[in-house]
Nanobody, 124 residues
């Protein structure tokens, strides 16, 4: 059974930092794309950042220069370093892993596996 479990969320003041982790089990994702998405009530789920196994990355324009996605394939773990956080970053952040795609993508249907999410709240 495949599981993606996020951790590292919490409450932080604007300008602060958080590091999210996503531990995968049940399948090795070293050859597949993985990504972080976020969803706020009333809004569609949106890509934050995604990474191929080889390190190719894509980011939402709103987080470029502030967030960094990385992965440790040996540990089957995905990370998201979030710096200079803003209240607009408040959301539930979910980890996702592709079923067959190698390249990072914002297309939701390319991701076959999803974590339950971790809440990030940024206070002003």
């Amino acid at each position: 059974q495949v599981q993606l479990v996020e951790s590292g969320g919490g409450l932080v003041q604007a300008g602060g930092s958080l590091r999210l982790s996503c531990a995968a089990s049940g399948r090795t994702f070293s050859n597949y794309a993985m990504g972080w998405f976020r969803q706020t009530p009333g809004k569609q789920r949106e890509l934050v950042a995604a990474s191929s196994s080889g390190g190719s990355t894509i980011y939402a324009d709103s987080v470029k220069g502030r967030f960094t996605i990385s992965r440790d394939n040996a540990k089957n773990t995905l990370y998201l370093q979030m710096n200079s956080l803003k209240p607009a970053d408040t959301s539930v952040y979910c980890c996702a892993a592709a079923g067959s795609s190698y390249f990072p993508t914002a297309l939701l249907h390319e991701y076959a596996y999803w974590g339950r999410g971790t809440q990030v709240t940024v206070s002003s």
